[in-house]
């Protein structure tokens, strides 16, 4: 079972900031937050990832709680380009023994002009 | 620098038969994962193989099966195909534990 829960939708007007949640309440310490995101019919995209710290790339931001045990992904300026189901894993780092990717059934984000 | 390529992109196999689908993973990566999606659902974990070797596997049955090269490229393999293995397959590449990266993926339709 995936570890993460999101909402299934979301929508988002062009241009305004796309906050998308994600708790993972049982997240363990070695755990990394990652996001992807999938438009139709392609394969899922990395977006970014975090341990415990802020993170900021030029495509989003993570933002993670203190406690570890939620998350939001912030898509600064959304555009129609963006509409796509967003995936919120958590996975451990490493490799020792190989590790498994879980993904639930995402958030889809729906931009809107 | 090439990412994750698949092929076949898309296939059409008769129930029963076996399939053969092909992964070679970014430059520099030497871990292949494969993952299985339904129409309408997330991917679902296949396996996982470094040097070679199954390390990880998902609930899938034994008609699943793989193989990495030393070149580290991959095969999934699917037998005695069911109606309900139609689906999107994906193989995700990384350097040992770190981030993964998808191909586009293969489409079957078991028919």
């Known amino acids: 079972d995936a570890k993460t829960t999101q909402p299934p939708s979301m929508d988002c007007a062009e241009g305004r900031a796309a906050n998308l949640p994600c708790n993972h309440s049982?997240?363990?310490?070695?755990?990394?937050v990652y996001w992807y995101r999938q438009i139709h019919s392609q394969g899922p995209q990395y977006i970014i990832h975090g341990l415990k710290n802020n993170e900021t790339n030029e495509m989003a931001s993570l933002i993670i709680t203190e406690d570890r045990k939620s998350s939001t992904l912030i898509l600064p300026h959304a555009t129609l380009r963006d509409t796509a189901v967003y995936y919120c894993i958590v996975r451990v780092g490493g490799h020792t023994g190989g590790f498994k990717t879980i993904f639930g059934a995402g958030t889809r984000l729906f931009v809107k002009a | 620098d090439a990412g994750v390529t698949q092929s076949p992109t898309h296939l059409i196999k008769t129930r029963g038969q076996q399939v053969t689908l092909r992964c070679s993973p970014k430059?520099?990566?030497?871990?292949v994962s494969w993952y299985q999606q339904a129409l309408g659902q997330g991917p679902q974990f296949i396996f996982q193989?470094?040097?070679?070797?199954?390390?990880q596997r998902g609930n899938f049955p034994d008609r699943f099966s793989g193989h990495q090269f030393p070149n580290y490229s991959s095969e999934l393999n699917v037998n005695a195909l069911l109606l309900g293995d139609s689906a999107l397959y994906l193989c995700a590449s990384s350097l040992k534990g770190n981030t993964i990266y998808f191909g586009e993926g293969s489409w079957l339709t078991v028919v």
């Open positions: 193989y470094y040097e070679e070797e199954e390390r």
């Open positions: 049982t997240i363990s310490g070695n755990e990394y």
């Open positions: 430059s520099g990566h030497d871990t």
